[in-house]
């Protein structure tokens, strides 16, 4: 078997409604065997991965899958569940999966769903593996391909905090993206709704209060004088000073540096002089400036505190094991080791303990070595701190705080001044007042861990990251900004800008992407076709817009899916003609599946805005759509629409020479079709299919009817409003209409626009990309001839054609068109020379060109008058 290409679709796509991995898989010769005509292969199967069992199938029931595999299956089939299974076992629960067949022989897309991304890539790479082996006959060792597995789950997950906070997220239906793929720098929500944070530290976290945690005197000295019990000590800078401190102070002392985190560099309980250098130069290999301070006995707590409230307390622990009798303290150490919530660093709920410095003087100190034996139930503690990343544990206690520890830790937090902050408590129990027991702060946290409260070693787990997402987003529905999406074979360009300009003038602050540029409100920032999912999540991520309009070409949806995972309006414009044999969609009930995606992505209180003229449209449309739907159409009394009618359903249509919205027996008049500037006075049928299409969706937002008037009188068909659609410039005797119509359903709609406009002749410049079809080059072509009296053919993207082939096939069917005289100029720059130079005074120019801004300039200042005096002598 071989894989063609594998990749994920984030959002919404062709396959399914969720985020999917696509496997195009070439399984070759095992084509014609299925699984029932291989020997032992069912039992191998099972052998390998016993847990297939609770896989339904199509069946429906568990066992399902076995069952197709007993009665045969294809290997593509057996590959989608095996990758499904490998990410289960590795701790994604997934279900979904499909394979379906290709238009090419043995090739299968195989679709299966993914919690992370990369894990379902490998997921999929390993099931290959194993079914190959199980084809030949033979099993599959699966101890080290979920060790593989892990180890990219590993490192590809979110730590505990962070994740804790995107679940919480999630359970309220707020979207997150992760802005870096090694950081855990998260942005919650849209546009100028959305959060940002990394791990713990939210953009709400001040910097002041995170310097003040920072600096350990600091802290002491602030807390200190609001009369929050605190050790007290000195900053030393010498060893010699740190003698001098010790004594002043009177043993035992604490150690540590001025500035730092996770118990790095702390020494605890120093009890002389040769104590004091080691904890002296362990505090001090971390920073220069070394506290010394007051040992406080008693146990250590952790208080969080998340916007002003207490939301979670734990005891600590240092790492410790516990003597049986007959193994050694390393033995023990290992033991402890081997629990699998036990992880490097911060990457699962509890950390791997590590015998540094710190533990071989605990050790020295009980005169014992690591061969030593520990009598049975004694405790031996490991470390001096009690930090979980030095592989400490935890047990909660926030049921047991009391009243007046509660609130000394809330008043920690408005003094200190963070949002979310970790306080360290030296303190005999929580249950009494700080005053009335031996207790202090020690060291306050910004950017505090969650592991500890979320899965205690001891007690239940603690919703904190609920918490934060409380103190982000207060109001449950305030995370998302509205967001439009437009698709179709023609027109979504002029809609999407169109409904754009109707939300700016009515106010809004709008996030467009579209065939040629993103803009922010109103300001090109990035130039290129930018119809995917990628510039979807660009308009997204942009702190100041509250409305995002996305156009959505089928490129997109094909090869990653919807850059978002529902809309608040999605439009679909119409279905026809083009690109088909790209991405396995050949026809048009396929291509208007591709394109039924936007409108399946409309939330259940949205509106999916259909074309009632297309056939297609109108059929799959409304049966993919949900939420409500709003249609338009050139035919106001279409009979196909009386029953949404009679049910109050929104319809903008045309009745007398104006746009009119119809709900029920109530018909408002929006705008006079000649005042709509696109519309060229109803020449451009077209453009006012556009218009109903952008009042319809405008309308779904809210929009008045006289913000949307408003915006459909003043969007003008300009290079700077609508560059290369159906922009008109007069150039000095000659009328140029450039376009950007690329295929037969957009140069028959653009037909009776330039009859509208036709002077002497017409002479034409026009290409098209080599990945059509031949069948498709050549419609074009004769669509070109008929419309022509003179055509320029040029050649500005082959794609997989040799150079001139998709040129060549546009001309042969441009001739075949009749009277049309036809030219080939592969570079574009030099038709739209030679078509200038040809035109004369009342000639129209119709260029259908890639380079709108420069052919503009060629225009300026070029006078066909001249030239037509000429020809007249």
């Known amino acids: 078997m071989k894989i063609v290409s594998h990749r994920a679709l984030r959002g919404p796509n062709y396959y399914s409604g969720y985020p999917a991995i696509l496997m195009r898989l070439d399984i070759g010769d095992l084509n014609h065997r299925p699984s029932n005509e291989v020997p032992g292969f069912l039992d191998n199967l099972k052998a390998v991965l016993p847990s297939l069992y609770d896989h339904r199938c199509s069946v429906g029931v568990p066992g399902g899958f076995l069952q197709r595999v007993e009665a045969g299956t294809y290997a593509g089939h057996v590959v989608e569940h095996v990758a499904i299974e490998l990410q289960n076992l590795i701790g994604f629960t997934v279900g979904y999966g499909k394979t379906v067949d290709s238009y090419e022989p043995c090739v299968y897309n195989v679709v299966y769903r993914y919690r992370d991304e990369a894990c379902g890539i490998a997921a999929g790479v390993e099931a290959v593996a194993i079914v190959e082996r199980l084809y030949d006959g033979q099993t599959a060792d699966l101890g080290p391909v979920i060790e593989r597995l892990k180890e ?172 049986d009798g007959t193994s050694t303290l390393q033995q023990l150490i290992d033991r402890e080791n081997k629990d699998p919530r036990r992880g490097v660093g911060h990457e699962n709920l509890l950390t791997q303990i590590f015998v540094d410095q710190q533990t071989e003087r605990l050790i020295a100190q009980a005169g014992l070595t690591l061969e030593s034996v520990l009598p049975q139930g004694e405790i031996f503690l490991l470390k001096s701190t009690a930090n979980l990343s030095t592989g400490g544990t935890a047990t909660d206690l926030t049921d047991d705080v009391h009243p007046d520890v509660r609130f000394a830790a809330e008043r920690i937090g408005r003094l ?69 999406a437009i698709t179709g074979t023609n027109g979504k360009t002029t809609t999407t800008r169109l409904i754009a300009h109707i939300l700016r003038y009515a106010g809004r602050h709008v996030g467009m992407a579209t065939t040629g540029a993103i803009e922010i409100d109103n300001h090109v920032v990035m130039r290129g076709d930018y119809s995917g999912p990628q510039s979807a999540q660009i308009v997204l991520q942009e702190p100041s817009v509250d409305h995002a309009v996305l156009e959505v070409a089928r490129g997109g949806i094909m090869r990653r899916g919807l850059g978002f995972d529902e809309c608040d309006v999605g439009v679909l414009t119409n279905i026809a003609s083009d690109h088909l044999g790209d991405y396995d969609v050949h026809t048009l009930d396929e291509l208007a599946r591709c394109k039924t995606v936007v409108t399946y992505a409309v939330k259940e209180s949205g509106t999916a805005v259909l074309n009632a003229d297309d056939p297609r449209v109108f059929d799959q449309g409304t049966y993919w759509a949900r939420g409500k739907i709003a249609y338009f159409t050139m035919n106001p009394d279409n009979p196909d629409l009386a029953g949404h009618i009679a049910g109050h359903g929104v319809v903008v249509t045309v009745r007398g020479g104006r746009i009119v919205l119809r709900q029920g027996e109530v018909e408002a008049e929006i705008v006079e079709v000649n005042d709509v500037p696109i519309a060229f006075e109803g020449h451009a049928v077209f453009n006012v299919q556009n218009a109903m299409a952008a009042a319809a969706a405008a309308h779904a937002h809210g929009l008045s009817l006289g913000d949307i008037r408003m915006g459909l009188t003043t969007f003008h068909p300009t290079p700077t409003q609508l560059p290369g659609r159906s922009n008109l410039i007069e150039a000095d005797g000659v009328r140029c209409l450039i376009d950007y119509g690329h295929n037969v359903p957009a140069l028959a709609a653009l037909a009776p626009l330039v009859r509208g406009l036709q002077g002497k002749r017409v002479i034409g410049v026009a290409s098209a990309p080599g990945n059509r079809r031949d069948e498709d080059l050549s419609a074009l072509g004769r669509q070109l001839g008929e419309m022509s009296d003179i055509l320029f053919i040029c050649e500005t993207h082959a794609r997989q054609r040799e150079v001139g082939e998709a040129a060549g096939l546009l001309r042969a069917g441009a001739e075949e068109a009749g009277s049309c005289r036809v030219t080939l100029e592969l570079a574009e720059h030099d038709a739209i020379g030679r078509a200038m130079d040809e035109a004369k005074e009342g000639d129209l120019l119709l260029l259908l060109v890639d380079d709108v801004d420069g052919t503009i300039q060629r225009l300026k200042g070029r006078s066909f008058r001249e030239k037509a005096a000429v020809a007249a002598q």
């Open 416 to 484: 200190i001044g963070l949002d979310i902050i970790g306080i360290d408590l030296l303190a005999e129990t929580l249950t009494r007042p700080l005053d009335q027991q031996s207790a202090g702060v020690v060291e306050v946290n910004a950017g505090p861990g969650f592991r500890m409260h979320l899965s205690p070693t001891h007690g239940k787990g603690r919703p904190v990251g609920e918490a934060v997402v409380d103190m982000l987003f207060p109001d449950p529905g305030d995370a998302r900004i509205p967001i439009t």
């Open 152 to 323: 990219v789950r590993d490192a590809n997950m979110l730590g505990p905090s962070t994740n804790s906070i995107v679940q919480a997220a999630r359970k309220r239906g707020i979207p997150y993206v992760r802005l870096t793929e090694d950081a855990s720098y998260i942005q919650l929500g849209h546009g100028n709704r959305q959060q940002r944070f990394q791990a713990t530290v939210t953009a709400k976290t001040s910097l002041i209060g995170s310097s003040i945690a920072d600096d350990k005197d600091w802290t002491k000295k602030i807390l200190g004088e609001a009369g929050i019990p605190v050790p007290w000590g000195s900053i030393t800078y010498t060893f010699e000073e740190a003698v001098a401190a010790a004594q002043s102070i009177g043993y035992p002392v604490v150690t540590k540096p001025l500035v730092g985190n996770h118990g790095r560099g702390v020494t605890t309980n120093i009890t002389d002089e040769n104590e004091l250098k080691e904890g002296f130069d362990a505090a001090y290999a971390r920073n220069a400036s070394v506290v010394v301070e007051k040992y406080i006995k008693g146990e250590d707590h952790r208080l969080l505190v998340v916007d002003g409230k207490l939301v979670a307390a734990a005891r600590r622990r240092p790492a410790h094991v516990e003597g």
